[in-house]
């Protein structure tokens, strides 16, 4: 008989700032588009890794509101870089039984993404154990407008009651992210220390791991890494060390017997 100790904490959403491609790519004389392919590689690398280290949601800022403000070469490219990704990674989300979901106004996307966004998110929406969400014309701002306009439109249609956002949970029903577990950890590649539009509302009560290495050299490693410096990091949601402690303690104590094996 042998006791099983507590697995260490494992943040169970870890939400991810993708930034660095275009510097990648300068770095060595390549196109920018270059440094999204390259980074599409890191997307898979990475999303793997978190599965195997037991992370059940991962989301990725993907595209942004800001980011058509980009060359309409670059916009296209990321856009035909989509569609690569979900008809080569559809196959193996089925095969590791990975929900694929987005949040954003995807409705604007071209038709090319919607259509393999639709047969993806078909293929895997059955499946509970993991969740890949790709945040794709995502920005909380445009997030919380859209939910206030469909809180709106509920309580009009007789659905939601005024009183329903005196409460988080009231309203938060209405956010693109109502079914999914706040980020526990956000991470941003390259160096800069900004969220930019990112989850502001769900991240409220996350850690954040600024790393400078360029999202396409972002790996399993880097990943393992920021896993640990959230595992150093005391979350107090807002009481103090002594109320967590005394929480935890009595958390353990209910704890069933070791586990035996
Ligand atoms: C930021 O790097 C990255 C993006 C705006 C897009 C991220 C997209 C991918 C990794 C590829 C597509 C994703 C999927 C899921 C298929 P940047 O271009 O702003 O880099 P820079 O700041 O160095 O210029």
């Not at 196109?31 to 392919?37: A, F, I, T, V």
């Not at 980074?39 to 993907?62: K, Q």
């Not at 998110?121 to 154990?129: K, L, S, Y």
Request: glycine share 6%; charged share 25%.
């Amino acid at each position: 008989m042998t006791s099983v100790p507590l697995q260490p904490p494992v943040p169970a959403h870890i939400a991810i700032i993708m930034d660095g491609n275009g510097r990648w790519a300068k770095q060595r004389g390549l196109p920018r588009l270059e440094g999204h392919r390259r980074g599409v590689e890191s997307v898979r690398t990475v999303v793997d890794a978190a599965r195997e280290l037991g992370v059940r949601c991962v989301t990725l800022y993907a595209f942004s509101v800001e980011n058509w403000r980009r060359p309409g070469e670059e916009v296209g490219g990321l856009m035909a870089l989509l569609e690569t990704f979900l008809h080569r990674e559809t196959p193996n989300m089925v095969r590791d039984r990975v929900c694929l979901r987005t949040i954003g106004r995807t409705e604007e996307l071209p038709s090319g993404a919607r259509a393999a966004l639709k047969a993806a998110m078909a293929a895997t929406a059955h499946f509970t154990d993991y969740t890949l969400v790709l945040a794709l014309n995502y920005g909380s701002r445009t997030e919380v407008q859209d939910a206030a306009r469909a809180y709106a439109a509920a309580v009009l249609a007789g659905r939601a009651s005024l009183d329903d956002a005196a409460s988080w949970e009231g309203f938060s029903r209405h956010l693109y992210t109502h079914d999914l577990p706040d980020p526990d950890l956000v991470i941003r590649t390259s160096g800069e220390k900004r969220i930019s539009n990112f989850l502001l509302l769900q991240s409220a009560y996350a850690e954040f791991v600024f790393t400078p290495v360029l999202w396409p050299d972002f790996g399993k490693a880097e990943l393992i890494a920021a896993i640990d410096e959230f595992r150093g990091r005391e979350r107090r949601f807002g009481q103090i060390t002594e109320q967590l402690a005394a929480a935890n303690a009595e958390a353990e104590a209910q704890r069933p017997a070791d586990v035996i094996i």
